[in-house]
């Protein structure tokens, strides 16, 4: 007779749920004995890292990832970068185990008591199964539920001893829609108040990647001759950065991002909250005049929008729909973005002068990944991107997800076939948070390079407490850690690049190597403002 286990196991081939990223505990044992041949098991070394490669991985491949924590403490350990996976939209498949049913009462050690609060309020659904026989029908429901728009984490809490139970018939893999497309009456006004706009803007956000739809966000952008910003603090890049049309990213506070707009009497906002911000800095939520529109597969954030109008629809489809029904424009082009200023010679190297480098040998295809808040400013105005799926960061702005989350993109781009090549960049102060990530890059092989901007501070926190006025915070500084130590501890090839030139060759050396390389780059101790 077939058991829960067998039952289940059957329903992740058929779903493609063979890769499971995890860090296995005594209850999760019994889900993972026998393991299969058919399957790979990430091995993480914490609980965190299992996440954040998972997330990496499931927005590479465009499909739900399968991440096994350990019961409440793993789940716990876990829980920064499963709010990370709800803001960034990752479909995740997160599942835990449980104590045994029948001790469940007595609260023996390793119980979850109340497992499907703990994650809450940062994945779509919590469920632990009545039944034993319910897991496999749990489960398919976990998947219909992440992939379907907004897409995002799910959680199911399994007892260990449910998976030696006799199981019922199984449940039909299913498929289910995973795009809709924006109510047709409605486009149409979006279409005319676009078509008879004096001054559009368009602002694009990490649903127009996700989506695959640069090319229907370029056609609109020259339909409408309108500039095209990046939505504020992006984890994903949405347009052609080189692309005459592209102004740049806005800021992420109130007053400095509505006069960024000031000029324009329609904002058209796709695939991102109206809007993210960070440090509050009042002012007006759009320039006297404006109105804007917002596309969004998301009724929460349609509903939390400060301003303008909503319309409900996929952004690819939405884009490409506005392309067809808005007439050809005739005004000026908009005026080009400002290059950035010439980099300075120091040594060590300024923010801008390392990426500056970077960019100069940026490989072709390059995929980045990053997770430097303080040197963010210059690695925008350094870095470019023309090629979708080249950028990825935290859309929660909590760290610890970026080195994990390269581990996984790099995986993916192996699974794939794609090969594109992955470089993380992560301050010196993020790389602590999930460092643990190294050696699962270091056992899988994985040719990923680490540039590590060394400061030896939380710089981003000094440029805070500059813009609130807040001297005095304490532990902002961070001497006498060894980042190359701790590299070659984790089994990582490492250099020390101090100057353009030496990274420049470390980066093409990383790149063919046969294993993670990690690249620490000393710089400059300026606090940059945070604006």
Not at 241 to 249: D, L, T
Request: with cysteine; aromatic share 6%; charged share 15%.
């Amino acid at each position: 007779m077939a058991t829960v286990r067998d039952t289940t196991y059957d329903l992740l081939r058929a779903l493609g749920l063979t890769t499971v990223f995890g860090n296995p505990g005594s209850t999760e044992e019994p889900f993972l004995h026998a393991f299969p041949d058919d399957f790979h098991y990430v091995l993480a070394l914490h609980e965190a890292s299992a996440v954040g490669m998972a997330d990496g991985y499931a927005q590479v491949t465009g499909a739900p990832a399968h991440v096994n924590l350990h019961t409440a403490p793993g789940t716990g350990n876990a829980m920064g970068n499963i709010v990370t996976a709800w803001h960034n939209r990752t479909p995740l498949i997160v599942t835990a185990g449980q104590q045994t049913r029948e001790m469940l009462l007595l609260e023996p050690r390793l119980t979850a008591r109340h497992p499907t609060e703990l994650p809450q309020p940062y994945v779509k659904w919590a469920h632990e199964p009545v039944r034993a026989q319910d897991v496999p029908a749990a489960l398919m429901r976990a998947y219909a539920t992440a992939i379907q728009p907004p897409t995002g984490p799910v959680f199911l809490s399994l007892p260990l001893d449910d998976w030696a139970q006799p199981a019922d018939p199984p449940p039909q893999a299913r498929t289910v829609a995973t795009r809709f497309a924006p109510d047709p009456e409605r486009l149409r006004q979006f279409a005319a108040a676009l078509a008879t706009s004096r001054s559009p803007a368009l602002v694009y956000g990490a649903a127009v990647d996700r989506a695959g739809a640069w090319e229907a966000g370029v056609a609109l952008a020259e339909r409408l001759i309108a500039p095209v910003w990046s939505a504020p603090a992006p984890e994903r890049t949405a347009f052609p950065e080189n692309h005459p049309h592209f102004r740049g990213v806005l800021p992420f506070a109130i007053g400095p991002l509505a006069d960024q707009l000031r000029g324009h009497d329609t904002v058209l906002v796709v695939g991102a909250p109206v809007f993210r911000y960070y440090p509050h800095v009042p002012g007006e939520t759009l320039p006297d005049g404006a109105r804007l529109l917002h596309v969004t597969d998301d009724p929460e954030e349609a509903a939390r929008a400060p301003v303008g109008d909503s319309l409900l629809g996929d952004a690819g489809l939405t884009l490409a729909a506005l392309a067809d029904l808005v007439p050809p424009a005739d005004r000026p082009a908009p005026p080009a973005r400002p290059a950035p200023p010439p980099v300075e010679d120091s040594s060590p190297l300024s923010a801008d002068g390392l990426f500056a480098a970077l960019a100069r040998h940026w490989p072709a295809d390059g995929v980045l990944v990053q997770e430097s808040p303080s040197n963010l400013s210059a690695l925008r105005r350094r870095l470019r991107f023309d090629t979708a799926g080249s950028y990825f960061t935290m859309a929660s702005g909590g760290l610890g997800y970026g080195l994990p989350a390269a581990v996984g993109i790099a995986l993916a781009q192996r699974d794939t076939g794609r090969h594109r090549p992955v470089i993380a960049v992560i301050g010196d102060g993020s790389f602590h948070y999930s460092v643990q990530a190294l050696w699962t890059a270091s056992q899988l092989r994985l040719p990923l390079a680490v540039v590590v901007p060394v400061n030896q501070q939380y710089a981003i926190l000094k440029a805070f407490a500059e813009l609130k006025q807040t001297p005095g915070v304490p532990g902002l500084d961070l001497p006498g850690i060894d980042v190359t130590a701790i590299a070659r501890g984790y089994g990582c090839a490492t250099t020390v690049a101090d100057d353009p030139d030496q990274l420049g060759e470390a980066l093409a050396t990383a790149l063919r190597a046969d294993g993670p390389t990690v690249l620490p780059v000393p710089i400059r101790t300026d606090v940059p403002p945070i604006l």
